[in-house]
């Protein structure tokens, strides 16, 4: 991912991967499953199951390449994704960018609305 960043490389394709294998990874909890290798460390020492350690791992990702910055395009392709491919219901960590804007959007067109009305 740093690579990919430093060479100013497309995350598209890295996060609909990761993506990919959080949604076909099995829904067992058993912290024994054999491990991938992870980039991060932190990831490797996580006390949960494989499929545990994908989602954080993806959340960890949207997390430091994600924001205003790029429109939450990132989080836009995930959430595209799992809704394309799943019955999986959104992790409220997934939409959290979308509802802070929205709340804030929300806030912003009342007081203009009641500006308007006096």
Known sequence: MTT???FKIDLDPIFEKLTQ???LAPQSTNPNEPSIIWEDTKFSI???SETERLW???Q???DKYDSKNTQFRYHELVINLILANSNIHLP???ISPYM???FISN???SKKKTENQN
Request: net charge neutral; with cysteine.
């Open 107 to 109: 806030l912003f067109f």
């Open 4 to 6: 990919s960043c430093l």
């Open 46 to 48: 996580y006390d949960g």
């Open 92 to 94: 409220s960590w997934l």
């Open 100 to 102: 802070v804007d929205l």
């Open 56 to 58: 954080k791992l993806l």
């Open 60 to 62: 960890y990702y949207l």
């Open 21 to 23: 294998k959080c949604l």
